[in-house]
C-alpha cells in the first residue's frame, strides 16, 4: 500500500480485506487501517480530479471513468455530491438519460445550496423528457423556475416547459383517440 503507484496500491487496499487482521495488536491494526483510509482518499481525489479535468475538456467518457472510479471509494457526501453533478451531467451528454436521472435527480435533491444546481435541474428535466418520464420533467421544470426566475438558463427552461406540455398533449390525445377528429374516407374515383 505504500511502496507501489496509484492503482497497484488500490490493490493492496482490497486485499487488505483478506488480510487476518486479528493477529495484530490493536495499535498495529490502527495504523493499517489508517493508512489503507488515508490511500482511499488520496487515490479518490486524484480520481475526481482526473474525472473534472476530463469533464472540462469534454472527454465525456474518460470523465465517466474517472467519476464512476470516485464513487467507487466512498467519498465524503460533499465530494459525492460534486462527483454526483459532474457524472450527471457527462452520462446526460453521451444520452445515457437513465444513468443521468439517478445522478442529477441526487445532486439536485440533497445539494440545493450549489450554484450550478439551475444547470443540474435542467439537464434533469432533459433526460427525463427523453426518456419519457414527462410528469417528472414538467415538475423539475417548475420547480426549477420558481426556484430561480432570474437564472441565466429561466430561457432554456421555459423553452423545455413548452416543449414538454406539448409531448404530454399528444401522448394525452394518441391515448384518448374519443378526443381526435373522426377519420373521413377518401373519395372512391368511378
Not at 103 to 124: G, H
Amino acid at each position: 500500500m505504500s511502496a507501489l503507484s496509484g492503482d497497484d496500491r488500490l490493490k493492496g487496499i482490497d486485499s487488505l480485506g483478506k488480510v487476518n487482521l486479528t493477529l495484530l495488536s490493536p495499535l498495529e491494526r490502527q495504523a493499517v487501517t489508517d493508512r489503507a483510509e488515508l490511500l482511499q482518499r488520496e487515490v479518490g481525489q486524484a480520481a475526481l480530479e482526473r474525472g473534472k479535468v476530463a469533464f472540462r475538456k469534454n472527454d465525456m467518457k474518460g470523465a465517466i471513468a474517472e467519476l464512476t472510479r470516485f464513487m467507487s471509494l466512498n467519498p465524503s457526501k460533499q465530494e459525492s455530491l460534486e462527483a454526483s453533478y459532474y457524472l450527471g451531467a457527462a452520462y446526460h451528454q453521451t444520452r445515457r438519460h437513465e444513468q443521468a436521472i439517478s445522478m442529477l435527480s441526487r445532486f439536485v435533491v440533497e445539494d440545493k445550496k450549489a450554484k450550478t444546481r439551475d444547470y443540474a435541474q435542467l439537464l434533469l428535466a432533459q433526460s427525463y423528457e427523453q426518456s419519457g418520464k414527462l410528469d417528472q420533467a414538467l415538475g423539475t421544470i417548475r420547480e426549477a423556475l420558481g426556484t430561480y426566475p432570474n437564472s441565466e438558463f429561466a430561457p432554456q427552461l421555459r423553452a423545455r416547459l413548452g416543449a414538454v406540455k406539448r409531448a404530454m398533449n399528444i401522448k394525452g390525445e394518441a391515448a384518448n383517440p374519443s378526443n381526435q377528429a373522426p377519420l373521413v374516407a377518401a373519395p372512391t374515383v368511378q
